[in-house]
């Protein structure tokens, strides 16, 4: 063979199509010469890519207390350069293996999500030979399968009663990625699940199916619709309705079930604004004649006053919302935290106003905040 | 008290398209046809037969250490082969001088076939996938519907934010932006909107305000658009003229969250001759306007020079919002010695000039 140029981005090069003898000489000098995890990555990366199985000899020659490092360090090197060849790795070695079922926290997050890439994860990470258990499979997947390949797989897997009781969050992920990449597959294996997960994912197709993604929302959904997604799709519908400026009709909502009202109304009054604020003020006039309780009411009220001030810089707006809560308490307390942040802002203007207030506490302490504030 | 809403950078964001991209964290997918390691091929040909000789040669020039012989290779079958050129593509790591080859490359791949889609997803080195997609989608245009060219492009998950379209949307702004803007009205979806109104600033920005009115209610993504599509505006055009024509357009104008949000953007951008227009704009608004545009000023990532600073906090109708900017000033200016002190006389008023001595003698102090 002739002599390769010493150049070490050929020499890697030549060891990840193979050959990969000067590489190796390479690391071995740097391993001697004290060379940092950083430093010795590239190299033995560059060889596992071409011969996964050298793993274990060479880990031989890396003191026990740098291996797991080393090898972090170049599992992570590995997936930048194709996510294949990690699982390539982790097939052979039971180093890497390791590495892979039980990722130190700061190596976590990076070699599983990027590693999921690769179709091979869920080939490998699903083999008894693993020994992974169904808990920790469902948690890997969590966020993704990764590729479409996993998705299905994942699909198969629960098919064949892999996960039983409450539908894992990697179904649900792996639910969208069919349906957005291999939509057939997902109906055919979508007729072999339990029971009970078909029935979610019948949700989310409803879900899906209200939104509509690409045209403009042009109708709303009837409360036993809504009912039919359940509290988490109800959520997610409304948080999508109100961020297209269209949010569910406050009448529907009023009239769901007690137990999932709270899915919606914690965020419906403020994701009004500053946009639809219009809408905003015609709910809060609806508000009195709905079967809400007052609590949910003044809640509403309170957010909506402090969103109108805050988004909108619009202080009488704010102090009428305000001044329609029915809990007293808690009207003062909005009404003087409006009046206080005002007369800090706009000393001039919160001394109009106080001149037009009734005589009281409520204005000698007004007056005062403002004095205060002046500059 | 619930917090407003503060607008992050846009290079914060990625693309999320509708619903999919609300329930579930955005993974890494790249299904990608993985030629195995070089040590299986010898012993299972599991490759297709078509691809193994380009493979087969780019290696034997690497395990020879000829990294040129290779590059010459893969840039002589990009436009001939564009499939083998990316699977043999996806098996490298990043080395400069295939730029030109992967657009070629890209250009040449078959438009809307779920195998190019695969093939572009298994590209692993960020940039070389951007390149690649840009190629592909961005010569279609002209030639090919828009929305088709969007919604194919989009197929390719983790491309850059909004790679692929970018050739798209610089002819749709430059020559037809009205009816695009219509299409990605239609289309809802957050971010576009945004890259677009950046585009039509840079062709158009007499449409910026007609077209950001044109975002309706019940486009999905609507409001989060808009609110972007407002900082673009300001963000490519910081002057003080249309810091203000942006903001009427704004809900709240210059009384809202957007007036202190937009200020700082314009601010942070400025030369001194533009501050001092901005500041000059300011001077003559009512006492509510001026507190939330002076925030951006007084309160801005670099502080300003001591003069500047002066001006704009002498314009400020709130004695806290004077201190607090003071304050945070100061505390950006570790330098600003102790012994230095002329520059508190120009503070506007008194009980400023007080708490800036009380702030450098505690700062003399700290520092014995």
Not at chain 1, 262 to 272: A, E, H, K
Not at chain 2, 4 to 25: K, Q, Y
Not at chain 2, 356 to 361: G, H, K, N, Q, R
């Amino acid at each position: 063979m002739t002599p390769l140029p010493s150049d070490p981005e050929r020499i890697r090069l030549a060891a990840i199509a193979g050959r990969v003898t000067e590489a190796r000489s390479e690391l071995e000098r740097l391993l001697t010469a004290g060379a940092t995890d950083q430093e010795l990555a590239p190299w033995l990366s560059a060889i596992l890519m071409a011969d996964p199985g050298w793993l274990e000899t060479f880990v031989l020659r890396v003191p026990d207390e740098r291996r797991a490092s080393l090898l972090h360090a170049t599992m992570l090197a590995m997936m930048e350069l194709q996510p294949d060849s990690v699982w390539n790795l982790v097939r052979r070695s039971p180093s890497a293996l390791a590495v892979m079922k039980n990722p130190p926290p700061h190596v976590r997050r990076d070699l599983l999500r990027a590693s999921l890439r690769s179709k091979l994860a869920t080939e490998v990470l699903f083999d008894p030979a693993t020994g992974l258990n169904n808990e920790e499979l469902a948690k890997i997947f969590a966020n993704g399968a990764g590729s479409v390949q996993g998705a299905r797989r994942i699909f198969q897997e629960c098919a064949g009663g892999r996960w039983e009781g409450e539908m894992p969050d990697c179904i649900r992920a792996a639910w969208y990625q069919l349906r957005d990449e291999d939509e057939a597959k997902l109906r055919e294996l979508e007729a072999c699940l339990p029971e009970a997960i078909a029935g979610n994912l019948a949700k989310l197709e409803k879900l899906k199916q209200s939104i509509k993604p690409g045209s403009l929302i042009s109708s709303d959904p009837s409360s036993a619709e809504l009912i039919d997604l359940g509290g988490a799709g109800i959520a997610a519908l409304s948080r999508e309705r109100t961020e297209a400026g269209r949010p569910l009709p406050l009448e529907t909502v009023a009239a769901l079930p007690e137990e999932l009202q709270p899915t919606v109304f914690n965020d419906y009054i403020s994701g009004l604004f500053p946009f639809n604020a219009p809408l905003a003020e015609r709910s809060l006039d609806q508000l009195e004649g709905l079967p809400l309780s007052d609590a949910i009411k003044d809640k509403m009220r309170e957010t909506a006053a402090g969103a109108v001030w805050e988004d909108l810089g619009d202080i009488e707006t704010a102090l009428s919302f305000a001044a329609k809560i029915t809990d007293e308490a808690m009207r003062i307390k909005a009404t003087t935290e409006l009046l206080e942040n005002y007369a800090q802002t706009d000393p001039p203007g919160a001394m109009e106003r106080a001149a037009g207030m009734e005589a009281g506490p409520q204005r000698d302490r007004f007056e005062k905040t403002i004095k205060a504030a002046l500059p | 008290m619930r917090f407003t809403t503060v607008l992050l950078p846009a290079s914060v964001f990625t693309l999320a398209f509708g619903l999919s991209g609300l329930m579930v964290t955005r993974t890494e997918s790249h299904a990608k046809a993985a030629p195995k390691a070089l040590v299986e091929n010898l012993s299972t040909r599991t490759t297709p037969p078509t691809e193994e000789p380009l493979l087969a040669q780019v290696r034997m020039h690497l395990r020879s250490g000829d990294l040129e012989g290779a590059l010459s290779l893969l840039r002589a079958a990009a436009g001939r082969d564009p499939v083998s050129f990316f699977n043999v593509l996806a098996t490298l790591p990043k080395i400069s001088g295939l730029d030109q080859a992967i657009q070629e490359a890209g250009a040449a791949l078959p438009w809307k076939e779920k195998s190019s889609i695969d093939l572009l997803n298994s590209i692993m080195a960020e940039d070389w996938r951007d390149i690649a997609l840009e190629s592909w989608a961005g010569s279609r245009v002209g030639g090919v519907p828009d929305e088709e060219i969007l919604a194919t492009a989009q197929k390719v998950r983790n491309s850059g934010w909004i790679a692929g379209i970018t050739r798209l949307m610089e002819d749709a702004a430059e020559k037809r932006p009205t009816e695009f803007m219509d299409l990605l009205n239609r289309r809802g979806g957050t971010a576009l909107r945004e890259a677009y109104m950046g585009k039509i600033m840079a062709v158009h920005p007499e449409l910026a305000s007609a077209l950001y009115r044109s975002i309706p209610d019940g486009s999905l993504g609507a409001n989060y658009d808009r609110a972007y599509a407002l900082q673009a505006r300001v963000r490519m055009q910081p002057s003080a003229k249309n810091l203000m024509a942006t903001l009427e357009d704004a809900p709240g104008g210059l009384q809202s969250s957007f007036a202190w949000q937009f200020s700082r953007i314009a601010y942070g951008a400025a030369d001194p001759a533009g501050r001092r227009e901005l500041t000059t704009a300011i001077a003559s608004q009512s006492p509510s306007a001026r507190y939330r545009l002076l925030s951006g000023a007084l309160f801005s990532e670099k502080p300003l020079p001591a003069e500047e600073f002066n001006q704009a906090l002498a314009l400020s109708p709130s004695g806290i919002q004077q201190r607090e900017a003071l304050e945070s000033w100061v505390k950006a200016q570790p330098d600003l010695s102790p012994g230095e002190r002329t520059w508190i006389d120009a503070l506007p008023t008194s009980k400023l000039r007080s708490r800036a001595v009380e702030l450098m003698d505690q700062r003399a102090a700290d520092s014995r």
